[in-house]
């Protein structure tokens, strides 16, 4: 009898452990399927991309040849790595270190900077400085597009300086990095004060009693508490500078300063019919390196998110 | 190192941070700051380190006067709440930071820095960073930050309030022998009224920015000069009772509705005819008897070894602590006997004592 009953109870949990089991293969199953569906358009849109930039044209997914038949990759829309397309440009090398020197100008500048001014915002109690916060934020809402002929000016202006006129002036890729910088730098500011402003007042005020001055504080205590925010920042304003567009196509006029983007918008010509294929394929260029940088960065950028807020005491 | 504070003041715009307050610390003296949160007592510990600058009055250090020294030339060492430690230095490197910044020979540094942590018993640490520490352990890391430098003064911010009660017992005791033993000036902040009695030699109780006084922790239990100390220091609280003190056939009562106690002449001749007065006495000076007060016990509370017994006697309760053998329950009525020699009594207006004068 007690056996039975023991012979019982074990079925029954087999059962239900069964039950259980295909519940959750079901489960399962369902949140796949529709995470596949939500994704697949994305997927199958880079998957094109990527086949269009080694085919003459395509049809759906499937490359086309010349006559009209499916099959054949060609390297055709890749020659602008190997040819000059646009004799009064530089070839695409030279515009890819002009892209670099941008985005890296940037991450240096926009890091530094930030990382001063927002150290002292975020400890030091200076007449102005709620009024200078806040005019940031207005600065960061405001459109660039409405400064351009105001920064027109300004680089203008400095072109005339002798000596680095020539380095940050109008027309040329250090022009373009500052102005970039000047633009970037209101959010930096307020993202490192965020970081910042999270570090307890009393580990710098035992640094202090310790011997350290201002600045050692700032440097060997307190910026190896904000790598991961200074990196994050770094990520962010290198994107920024790597894709820029706007700022560089209005104040270089081609020839050798162009960066990356400007010279894609070269390809859509007015008079000429556009190759969209060799477009995808600059583009794709533009982008590995971004895929490259991001692989290795994701979890330092998901990281300002858990930044801001909070004070000292 | 003598430490002198002479009308010593702080304040944020309208916000008072610390409001006049004098107090002399001798040499090798551990004085403690006493006082709840937000009393100014930090304020006052952040001003002698150097952190904050005052906005009124004189920090001398053996008559000199600091107010415009920077921290780092005042030779003192501090121990946070937080501990402070920095994250991304190992034990070696914190603690030796003091020492890197006076640029001492990296060869004596290791030797110092091996010293201080054999002393503090964390010497097979050295190569942990911070947050692979038990809070005991960072807690001994920043007192040895604190003391490398061999400082003339030793500040604490509640350095116990983050450990558990076990930890904190034996390191209240370890911080006291230390300091005996070294002879270093020292004070002490905290909240904590059994930490400040134990540890001081002197404490300095505060409130609202004011320094209340600065006695012996036996002098402040048994004279307390105003009513705050009376009910800050001691555990359970003092009870306190309105009363008005009589003069009958020679003996001073102290009298209010279904209360009237004997208090001894020395005590009752200064609050006789001052009317309505606040007398005061500590549980452990009331017992349960057979005759005196009777009252209507509350709710009891027991402690382990005694019972805390909320005793009603009219309006006014009092707080008692009994033997729990007696089995007392809510409800029951019970008489009480004052050890009238341990009354205080305090003036309602101005919580001044009216026993213990300035």
């Keep these: 009898m007690a056996t039975r009953t023991l012979r019982q109870a074990q079925d029954t949990a087999f059962e239900t452990d069964r039950l259980y089991n295909v519940r959750r293969i079901l489960g399962q199953s369902i949140a796949y399927v529709l995470l596949i569906i939500s994704i697949l358009p994305i997927v199958i849109g880079y998957a094109w991309v ?106 203008r202006f400095i072109s005339g300086m002798p000596g680095i006129g020539k380095l940050f002036g109008y027309n040329t890729v250090g022009g373009v990095a500052l102005v970039m910088i000047s633009l970037d730098l209101p959010l930096g500011v307020w993202l490192m004060k965020g970081f910042f402003d999270n570090i307890s007042w009393d580990m710098e005020r035992a640094a202090l009693i310790d011997g350290a001055s201002r600045f050692r504080v700032w440097w060997e205590i307190i910026i190896p508490q904000i790598k991961p925010g200074l990196a994050a920042l770094s990520v962010f304003t290198f994107l920024t500078g790597w894709n820029a567009y706007l700022v560089p196509a209005t104040f270089t006029i081609g020839g050798t300063t162009a960066n990356l983007p400007v010279y894609l918008k070269q390809f859509m010509s007015d008079t000429a019919p556009v190759n969209w294929n060799m477009i995808a394929a600059v583009g794709l260029f533009q982008l590995i390196p971004v895929m490259i940088f991001f692989l290795f960065t994701q979890e330092l950028l998901l990281n300002i998110y858990s930044g801001g807020a909070k004070g000292g005491t | 190192m003598k430490v002198e504070l002479e009308n010593l003041t702080k304040r944020w715009g309208s916000v008072v941070g610390a409001d006049s307050i004098n107090l002399n610390i001798q040499d090798g003296e551990f004085v403690a700051f006493l006082g709840p949160s937000g009393c100014g007592k930090t304020t006052t510990l952040l001003m002698i380190a150097g952190i904050y600058k005052p906005t009124k009055g004189f920090i001398r250090f053996d008559g000199h006067v600091v107010n415009q020294l920077a921290p780092k030339d ?29 640029k001492v020979p990296k060869e004596e540094m290791r030797e110092q820095a091996q010293r201080v942590a054999d002393m503090m018993g964390i010497g097979h640490l050295m190569d942990r960073k911070p947050a692979q520490l038990s809070g005991g352990q960072q807690q001994r890391v920043a007192l040895g930050r604190a003391l490398i430098k061999e400082p003339n003064l030793l500040l604490f911010d509640e350095p116990l309030s983050n450990l558990d009660a ?109 009317g309505t007065v606040i007398l005061g006495i500590r549980p452990e000076d009331v017992t349960i008897a057979d005759t005196g007060v009777s009252g209507e016990i509350y709710v009891v509370e027991p402690l382990g070894r005694d019972d805390l017994i909320d005793v009603r006697i009219g309006e006014a309760g009092v707080h008692v602590l ?33 026993l213990w004068g300035d």
């Design chain 1, 50 to 155: 990527i086949i269009a930039t080694f085919s003459y044209r395509t049809e759906g997914l499937l490359p086309i040849d010349a006559e009209g038949n499916v099959g054949g990759l060609i390297l055709d829309n890749w020659s602008f790595l190997w040819e000059n397309k646009f004799p009064s440009y530089a070839p695409i090398w030279r515009v890819t270190l002009n892209s670099l020197i941008i985005a890296l100008g940037m991450v240096v500048g926009v890091g530094t900077i930030s990382s001063l001014a927002a150290y002292a915002l975020s400890r030091m109690n200076f007449s102005g400085r709620k009024s200078f916060l806040s005019l940031t934020l207005i600065l960061h809402a405001f459109p660039s597009v409405t400064l351009l002929i105001a920064i027109f000016f300004v680089l």
């Design chain 2, 74 to 102: 005042r030779n003192v060492g501090m121990v946070f709440q937080s501990y402070a430690l920095y994250p991304h230095m190992n034990v070696f490197q914190n603690i030796s930071y003091p020492l890197k910044l006076k």
């Design chain 2, 166 to 274: 076990r930890l904190r017992l034996s390191m209240r005791g370890q911080i006291k022998r230390l300091q005996m033993e070294l002879g270093i000036t020292s004070i002490y902040v905290t909240h904590d009224q059994v930490e400040a009695m134990t540890m001081a030699d002197r404490i300095a109780v505060m409130k609202d920015g004011k320094l209340q006084a600065c006695s012996t922790p036996d002098e402040l239990y048994d004279r307390p000069c105003t009513l705050f100390i009376a009910g800050f220091v001691g555990n359970p609280p003092m009870n306190f009772v309105e009363v008005e003190v009589v003069r009958e056939d020679g003996e001073y009562h102290a009298r209010r509705e279904g209360f009237d106690v004997v208090v001894p002449p020395d005590r009752g001749e200064k609050v006789v005819g001052k």
């Design chain 2, 322 to 354: 009994a033997d729990p053998t007696l089995g007392l329950r809510m409800g029951h009525n019970v008489r009480l006997n004052f050890n009238t020699h341990k009354v205080q009594f305090f003036d309602p207006q101005t919580e001044q004592s009216l």
